[in-house]
């Protein structure tokens, strides 16, 4: 079992930039694509972006193409989520997740997500 910690997240204006990140620990964080998915209030929980073991592979919901980037680091058990030029569309809870071992690579379905950190809100204004 992994545990997962975001952090990063708070109130910015439409435009500006964040920086999330995703601290791991336990069973080994490096053999795990891993994934950002984000929950605004009454709303379905929807993948934005996720990233392969090794960190030379991603791909993203088009929603946030051009303006997020997602990578890793995994000497420090980290996985982060660069937002640039963000919408007050963005506003939400941002979670990430391991992507089950098996599941296809491109798939945005959360059911092929396990383990899952608590959130971090982002609040974008406009």
């Known amino acids: 079992q992994v545990q997962l910690v975001e952090s990063g997240g708070g109130l910015v204006q439409a435009g500006g930039s964040l920086r999330l990140s995703c601290a791991a620990s336990?069973?080994?964080?490096?053999?795990?694509?891993m994934g950002w998915f984000r929950q605004a209030p009454g709303k379905e929980r929807d993948f934005v972006a996720a990233i392969n073991w090794i960190g030379s592979e991603s791909h993203y919901a088009d929603s946030v193409k051009g303006r997020f980037t997602i990578s890793r680091d995994n000497a420090k058990n980290t996985v982060y989520l660069q937002m640039n030029s963000l919408k007050p569309e963005d506003t939400a809870i941002y979670y990430c997740?391991?992507?089950?071992?098996?599941?296809?690579?491109?798939?945005?379905?959360?059911?092929?997500?396990?383990?899952w950190g608590q959130g971090t809100q982002v609040t974008v204004s406009s």
């Open positions: 336990g069973r080994a964080f490096s053999s795990f694509a």
């Open positions: 997740a391991t992507k089950s071992p098996g599941t296809r690579w491109s798939t945005q379905d959360r059911t092929d997500f396990g383990s």
